[in-house]
């Protein structure tokens, strides 16, 4: 993407395809109060996302992805918009970090018993032959 075009800002579609999401999520996203700040708007009324916006979604969108409530996204989003918060916002993070922590410990529970089948079959037909 050229810096010129973000100069200008980019449109939803455009947005949503960088950032692999639909233009529906990012009009929630705006709409239900995950966005860092609004995001601005051509002469037209079209939405123009910039470079940081593109980067917030990203880290909305991974925040979502590893489980964290849409409530949480949203009170994150309001301590960074009010600036400052920064204990308040290291605690929602290191809250969800653990939570990831744990789910991650359990899949990896997971893993190990099916790799510990895949390897009793393995021994079985290779005692077969």
Known sequence: MSAVAFAQGIGVAEAAQLCGLSAHTLRYYERDGLMLAPVARTAS????????????????????????????????????????GERERL????????????????????????????????EQLAARA
């Open 91 to 122: 605690a929602i993070l290191l809250a969800h970090r653990a939570r990831v922590l744990a789910q991650l410990a359990e899949v990896q529970g997971h893993l190990a018993a099916i790799d510990g089948k895949i390897a009793r079959y393995e």
């Open 45 to 84: 009324g079209r939405r123009a996302y910039t470079e940081e916006d593109l980067r917030w979604i990203a880290m909305v969108t991974r925040l979502r992805a590893t489980g964290m409530p849409i409530r949480e996204v949203r009170a994150y989003a309001e301590l960074c918009r009010g600036g400052g």
